[in-house]
Nanobody, 125 residues
Framework: QVQLVESGGGLVQAGGSLRLSCAGS????????MGWFRQGPGKEREYVAA????????LYSDSVKGRFTMSRDNARNTVYLQMNSLKPEDTAVYYC??????????????????WGQGTQVTVSS
């Protein structure tokens, strides 16, 4: 089992940047595929990005590709989401999640086993 805690959210103007962090507990953190999801007001939770357990494969949703970068540091039990060129439509609660490794990296919330509590990102126009 792994526990996840996100940080780094806040209020930023359109075009700005934020870096989210997700710290995991437990010595097995490095075996998990990790994902970032977000949920805007009145919207379903949606996939943002995911990274393999070794960090050698990273996937992004079309809405953030080229603007967001996900990375991980297994020595620190931490994953990151660098968000650049932020837009008002990026406003949401951002969640990190851990997936027991499977043949493919999951891109839907139901494929993930553990979740953090979320951190609010608000982008003003």
């Amino acid at each position: 089992q792994v526990q996840l805690v996100e940080s780094g959210g806040g209020l930023v103007q359109a075009g700005g940047s934020l870096r989210l962090s997700c710290a995991g507990s437990g010595h097995t953190f490095s075996i998990y595929t990790m994902g970032w999801f977000r949920q805007g007001p009145g919207k379903e939770r949606e996939y943002v990005a995911a990274i393999s357990w070794r960090g050698d494969t990273t996937l992004y949703s079309d809405s953030v590709k080229g603007r967001f970068t996900m990375s991980r540091d297994n020595a620190r039990n931490t994953v990151y989401l660098q968000m650049n060129s932020l837009k008002p439509e990026d406003t949401a609660v951002y969640y990190c999640a851990a997936e027991t490794p499977r043949l493919r990296i999951g891109t839907t919330p139901g494929e993930y086993d553990y979740w953090g509590q979320g951190t609010q990102v608000t982008v003003s126009s």
